[in-house]
Structure formats: structure tokens, C-alpha cells
């Protein structure tokens, strides 16, 4: 894990445009999940690391594009600016992937 | 300034012996004098009225509150040419008093918009009027003829009647609209940045607002600041309905508690409740009337100043079937785009309804806090938020009726007709080429 | 000077039409799943839409491969411009122009596909909507073209995949029509479902158990006048 690119990103949809298809929470299910209707539900906390391959992914899979990326700024220790979103059920706290490979 | 020795604030508008009458111009000039607005402002004008505005601390009348002087800020600085939206479209259905100021006093939203479109440079002035509400439009057409004919041409003004819908008064909706789009909200990322109407940024404010930016420009902010509280001063109006003697508009200084604003109205049988801030705001405890009808207090109360609308709930009716009556509508009015607006609205009004003829199952009450934490903030706009306040209002004020409701025990007020209304809705259209 | 001969563009030919017409027809299916919003645990959506994108890349590289022998074998004259021009073949021009309609609406989808990000969202769904017609149309014409058509594992590939086209547009039909009537009991309107917008609040206040003052036309809910002040 050395040659960490240190960008971050906050994942937001764009609820007008979003129809449900869901393929951002199979993506991205550290950040989104869906509500009863299939709609995302989306924890405003950045990615970074290895999710951001998968956010990036997700947002050029989403059919509507309804997926936003927004750059977070990163702190000197490579930690990202933790303010949750405002949108969404606020900020909860998703357990650490760091450990766990996957490939995008 | 105390606020337990309010007077009525007679600043928007003048009632003579019972009963007010339309301002002409003449009348307008006589009532409230002239304001001097030049054609072309030179800085020091303009720098002085902003700063006016900015002091005065006027926050938007027309419910989400926004700082009049911010928005007068974001559309200097943006690089296009710019134009002033009048907001008058009431979508709130609770509301009348947009269309009591385009009757009663049209020349004071026009000075108002005139006072706007010289700070920031604009030369063009729409008037947006829901197209059922005739008789005002014709009001403010009538009010822009006696200026054409009086020489006060500087600025170009022309009217538009957008369908009115609960969301075509929201501003991106009205500016959509504009633009020739369906009048529907558009998502926005970035508030600071102004909406645009054919290339042209574009000053969206409330009918009231710019009424108030009209007085201000003539007394001051410190005269404006003589009424109301610190953080909200001034007047506002408020529209009175439900369980009252003489439901209407009533003109009051921010601040005054809500069982003074319910007595001049004639409140004088037993309340449960009181629905304050429109259908998109929020239910008060009848033990809680004593809260001052300003942002803050009231939501400190868990409930918020939105339009100001008050609503008087009689004891004999029952919160539980006058809110699910509300959802539902709220729920028809949905601009339709976003999933959890679209299918979580009506998910809880049927909840709702259920529990109000004492039907509902043992889990709909959990059904519905949950569903309403999961839609909130997931909107392209703030409908489903405005609805989700009222419904966990309601489930707070009303927790015993809610209680009884769910052991399949109904109030007895439920099978009344309810006392919020609603009116007919016409289909969307489009803006004429 | 390629040593081939005409035998073997002939057969090259018949070849990579088959495997077009299979992976065509993989492309077709995969795209109404995905436009179904199929999903399982082990496949799930997003990974099927960009198999539809990639099997259908193959299958354009095989038919470019179809069409490229087919012109080049000189044992029949079908000619440069049939290769865009319908029915523009001395040989056989109706079950060859049948194979280059195909062509078309194949090369409309993946041009306009390629432009996705340029083109309005609507445009890009009108053409891609033609890619239904592509696969009948390649049908046929495989069909038709009768080289290999009266052989039986000819017949019994094509009846496989008509099947499995048949099968996942039923299927497709099914979910579109589970869709709209969840989107009709909400009480929403969807794109494909318009119903008139004060019938419906009307008929949900009206369907409600919960009794209303009936809805009825005009501007708010209020009386009109203003509240006197209190004379001192």
C-alpha cells in the first residue's frame, strides 16, 4: 500500500437524474446503499485509497450520469477532510477497508 | 425594541376604518411618499443601498430565508447580465398574502424590484403569477400601466403566469420555467452561483421581500430594524385560517408570540394545535403558543418560520387524519424526479391514512419514522424535508391520538372533514414560446 | 498479393457471419437484461451492462471481418458500396442489402455510442432503440443468404437464439410492466406513464379514508380580507 495516490473524493448523486439502476451501490457498497425503493442511499464520508478507483468507476458506469465527485482537499498525514456531507443521513461511520484487495 | 408590547406593525399594509383598499399610484405615493430610484444608479448609490439592505438584515419572505443582501452579492459578482425575478407565485396553498400584496399594494413590489434592478444593473423585471390567480395579475398589469403613463420606464416589466403547482414558487422550478423547461426544481450544487434565464443571471426574490427592500429604501435599515427581533427584524405577513373568527392576512413584527397573531385573528375555541410555517412546516403544541413567530424560536420548537402561515387545529379535530390529508397532497405534488420523494411520500401517507380511521398495523408508526429518516435530504429540492418536519410534528404534538390510533382506537375527530384544504391542482404546462 | 483463395474467403466469410450473428445475438440479450435491470447475487448489474458493451465490440470486429471477405472474394461480385448501400449488390442484392441494413443500424448504434457524452441523452436512446432491428434483419439475412441454412446445426443455432431473444424480451415485457404498476400504485408519474396531474391528487384525497372538504378550484384555501387593526 505505499504508493498511495493521495486525491480523495466525496461521492454525491444527483437524485433528479438518478433512475435506480443501482450499479453504484454494487461498486461502491462501503458508501452506498439502497433504500427500499432501489433508490442510493449515500454516506457523505471522502474516499480515498483504493475506493477511489471503484467511485470513478461507478461514476462512468452510472447509465443517467447521476454520479458527482467532488475533490477533497487532503490533510499532510494523507487524511482527508472528514466533514460528512450535509446531504444524506448524515455521516456514519464505515469501518476501514484498508486491508482488503479488490480489484476494480 | 420589547416584544411583549408589540403594536400592530402597519408598515405593508394600511387598513382605514376597517377595511383596506388597493393603492394606486397616487394612493401609493400619498401612503407611503416617493423613493427616488435612478435609472442608471451611480456607485455610490448603489454601494449605499446595498449597504442599507445588508444592515437591515432582511431575511427572504419567501420561506427558505436567505439573507436579501447575499443574493444581491452573488448576482453583482457573476459576470452576466443580470435580471430580477418577482416571486409571486404563493405555491404555499395556506398562503394568500402574495396575492393580497399584488392587490392591495402592487406599486410596493414594483419599487421594491426597481430598487433591486438598479443595484445590480438589471434592465429587465418579470413578474411570475400563478396563472389562476387572475385578478391579481391584472392588479400589477394595471399597477405597470400607471407607471408607463407616469414616465418611470427605466427598466422593461412584464408579467408571466407560470401553472401553480406546490412547486413551481420554488426558484429553480420558476426559473426553469423561464427558460421554457417544465417548471420543475433543478439540483443545485453550488447555491452561490445564480440561476439563469436565457444567458442572463438572474435576482430571485418574494413578493414581500421586495415590498420590504421598498420601505427600507425609503426609511432605512435602522427604521426597518425598529420592528421585530435582532436576528429577524421587520414586519411580516402572516395568513391565519383554521378554527379562527376572521381568517386572513394579518401584517405583524417578527417576534410576536403565536397565541397574540391567533387572537387578532378570533381564536377563541379550544386548541389542540397549530400548524405553523405552511404545509411544509411544521405542527406547535397548543401548550407551546407562546413561542414568537421568528426563525429562531420557532426552531427551537422544532419547527420553522417558512411562509408565514398559521393554521388553528380546534380539540375536536384529530392531528393524526388532518396530517395524513396533508401528505397526501404533498405527496401529489411531487415534481416527480427524485425516487424517495416520488415513492416515499406516498409510502407514508398511506401509513398515515391507515392509522387515522384506526386500521393501521402494529408496525406503521416505526414504518413511518423510519421512512421518513431515510427520504430527508435525498430530494433534488426540499419538498420531501418540509413534509417529513410536518410528520414528525405531528407524531410528537399528536402522540397520544397516535398511540390510541395504532391500538385501533380512533379519535372521534377523525371522521370530521378536516380543516386544512386543498385546492385543485391544474396539469403542468410549458411556458409559450 | 494475399495467396487466398477464393474458398477460403468463402468460408471465412460464412464463419465470421455465424459468429457475428451468435455474439449479435449475445449483445441483444445482454442489453434487454440489462435494460431489465436483471441482477443475481454472483452477476450483478453493472457487470452485465459492460459485458453488453464489450460482446458487442467483439461482434462488430467479426462482422467487420464478415463484411471485409465478403467484398474481397472475388468469386461473387458483391461490390464496395454494398457495403453501406442496401440492395447495391449484383449478387443477390436482397439477402446481401438485408445483411447491409444490418450493417447500418450497427455502425448508427456504435457511432452514436462512441459520441454519447457529445449527444442529448434522447437522441442517443432513439438510436440505440434501432439496434433491435439490427438483429432480425442479421437473421434473415443469415437465413436467407442459404449457404449453410438448410443444415441442421445451422437451423438449431439460429432457433437457439431466437429463443433466447424471445425468452428475454418476455421476460423484459414482465418487468416493465411490474415497474409501471409500482409506479402507478405510489401514485407516481413515470416518463412512460403520463396521467394528468390533478386527477391524480383528486383521486388519492378522494380514495382516501380520511374525509376532506371536497378539492375545489381557486387560489389558496383563505378568505380574501385583511384583518382590521384593533382600534386603540
Not at chain 2, 437591515?56 to 436567505?66: E, P, V, W
Not at chain 2, 429587465?124 to 389562476?132: L, N
Not at chain 3, 459492460?50 to 472475388?74: E, I, P, Q, Y
Amino acid at each position: 500500500m505505499s504508493a498511495q495516490p493521495r486525491i480523495a473524493v466525496r461521492f454525491r448523486v444527483d437524485p433528479v437524474a438518478c433512475d435506480a439502476y443501482g450499479y453504484c451501490a454494487e461498486l461502491l457498497p462501503e458508501r452506498v446503499t439502497l433504500d427500499e425503493w432501489g433508490y442510493p442511499v449515500v454516506d457523505g464520508t471522502p474516499v480515498d485509497g483504493d475506493l477511489v478507483a471503484f467511485a470513478t468507476r461507478a461514476a462512468a458506469e452510472c447509465p443517467r450520469r447521476a454520479v458527482l465527485l467532488e475533490a477533497v482537499p487532503v490533510r499532510r498525514q494523507g487524511q482527508p477532510g472528514s466533514a460528512p456531507d450535509g446531504d444524506g443521513p448524515g455521516g456514519r461511520n464505515v469501518p476501514s477497508v484498508g486491508g482488503f484487495r479488490r480489484h476494480p | 425594541m420589547s416584544v411583549t408590547t408589540l403594536a400592530t406593525a402597519e408598515r405593508l399594509l394600511f387598513v382605514d376604518g376597517g377595511a383596506a383598499s388597493p393603492l394606486d399610484l397616487s394612493g401609493h405615493i400619498a401612503t407611503h411618499g416617493a423613493v427616488a430610484i435612478p435609472t442608471r444608479g451611480d456607485h455610490s448609490w448603489k454601494a449605499g443601498m446595498f449597504r442599507a439592505v445588508a444592515e437591515s438584515g432582511l431575511l427572504g419572505r419567501g420561506g427558505a430565508g436567505f439573507a436579501a443582501a447575499a443574493k444581491w452579492d452573488a448576482v453583482y459578482r457573476d459576470p452576466r447580465r443580470p435580471m430580477v425575478v418577482v416571486n409571486a407565485m404563493e405555491g404555499e396553498p395556506a398562503s394568500d398574502k402574495d396575492r393580497v400584496l399584488l392587490t392591495y399594494s402592487p406599486h410596493l413590489i414594483l419599487d421594491g424590484a426597481e430598487v433591486a434592478a438598479a443595484v445590480i444593473g438589471a434592465s429587465e423585471i418579470v413578474i411570475c403569477i400563478a396563472d389562476h390567480n387572475g385578478s391579481a395579475a391584472s392588479s400589477i398589469e394595471a399597477a405597470i400601466g400607471e407607471r408607463r403613463q407616469a414616465g418611470m420606464t427605466a427598466r422593461r416589466m412584464s408579467v408571466e403566469r407560470p401553472p401553480g403547482r406546490y412547486v413551481t414558487g420554488e426558484e429553480s422550478a420558476l426559473v426553469s420555467w423561464l427558460n421554457h423547461r417544465p417548471a420543475l426544481p433543478i439540483l443545485r450544487i453550488d447555491k452561490s452561483v445564480p440561476l439563469n434565464v436565457a444567458r442572463r443571471s438572474v435576482l430571485v426574490h418574494n413578493a414581500e421581500t421586495l415590498c420590504q427592500i421598498a420601505l427600507i429604501a425609503r426609511h432605512g435599515p435602522e427604521w426597518f430594524r425598529q420592528a421585530g427581533t435582532l436576528e429577524a427584524p421587520g414586519s411580516t405577513l402572516v395568513t391565519v385560517t383554521g378554527a379562527v373568527r376572521s381568517p386572513g392576512v394579518l401584517e405583524v413584527e417578527l417576534g410576536t408570540p403565536v397565541a397574540e397573531i391567533l387572537g387578532r385573528a378570533g381564536a377563541d375555541v379550544d386548541l389542540s394545535a397549530v400548524l405553523v410555517g405552511g404545509y411544509g412546516g411544521a405542527w406547535l403544541d397548543a401548550s407551546r403558543l407562546a413561542t414568537p413567530y421568528a426563525p429562531g424560536p420557532l426552531a427551537d420548537a422544532g419547527a420553522t418560520h417558512g411562509v408565514g402561515v398559521v393554521i388553528a387545529l380546534p380539540a375536536t379535530s384529530c392531528g393524526i387524519a388532518e396530517t395524513a390529508q396533508l401528505v397526501r397532497y404533498m405527496a401529489g405534488e411531487s415534481a416527480g424526479q427524485c425516487g424517495p420523494c416520488v415513492f416515499g411520500l406516498p409510502a407514508i401517507a398511506d401509513d398515515l391514512e391507515q392509522l387515522a380511521i384506526g386500521r393501521a398495523d402494529v408496525e406503521a408508526l416505526d414504518r413511518i419514522q423510519r421512512r421518513s429518516a431515510v427520504i430527508v435530504g435525498r430530494g433534488g429540492c426540499r419538498h420531501p424535508d418540509g413534509v417529513v418536519r410536518v410528520v414528525r410534528s405531528a407524531l410528537e404534538v399528536f402522540v397520544a391520538d397516535a398511540m390510541a390510533h395504532a391500538e385501533g382506537r380512533p379519535c372521534p375527530g377523525y371522521d370530521h372533514p378536516t380543516v386544512l384544504t386543498f385546492p385543485e391542482s391544474p396539469a403542468t404546462g410549458r411556458r409559450s414560446p | 498479393m494475399i495467396a487466398t483463395s477464393s474458398t477460403a474467403l468463402w468460408y471465412t466469410t460464412r464463419a465470421t457471419g455465424i459468429v457475428a450473428l451468435v455474439l449479435l445475438t449475445g449483445t441483444l440479450v445482454l442489453g434487454i437484461l440489462t435494460a431489465g435491470r436483471m441482477r443475481t447475487r454472483s452477476w450483478p448489474a453493472f457487470a452485465q451492462a459492460d459485458l453488453h458493451k464489450r460482446v458487442s465490440l467483439l461482434a462488430m470486429v467479426f462482422l467487420a471481418f464478415h463484411v471485409l471477405t465478403s467484398v474481397l472474394d472475388t468469386y461473387v461480385n458483391v461490390g464496395w458500396a454494398a457495403v453501406i448501400v442496401p440492395f447495391a449488390s449484383p449478387y443477390r442484392p436482397v439477402w446481401t442489402g438485408l445483411g447491409t441494413v444490418g450493417v447500418d443500424l450497427i455502425l448508427a448504434v456504435a457511432i452514436s455510442s462512441a459520441l454519447r457524452q457529445r449527444i442529448r441523452a434522447r437522441t442517443w436512446r432513439g438510436i440505440h432503440w434501432l439496434a433491435y432491428g439490427s438483429w432480425p434483419v442479421a437473421m434473415s439475412h443469415s437465413l436467407g443468404m442459404g449457404t449453410d441454412a438448410s443444415k441442421l446445426w445451422m437451423d438449431g443455432l439460429a432457433g437457439v437464439c431466437s429463443l433466447a431473444v424471445i425468452g428475454s424480451l418476455v421476460w423484459r415485457i414482465g418487468e416493465y410492466r411490474k415497474s409501471r404498476d409500482r409506479a402507478i400504485s405510489a401514485g407516481a408519474t413515470t416518463r412512460s406513464v403520463s396521467v394528468r396531474a390533478s386527477e391524480r391528487i383528486e383521486t388519492a384525497l378522494s380514495r382516501s379514508p380520511v374525509r376532506s372538504i371536497p378539492v375545489r378550484p381557486g387560489p389558496g384555501g383563505t378568505t380574501t380580507q385583511i384583518i382590521e387593526r384593533d382600534r386603540p
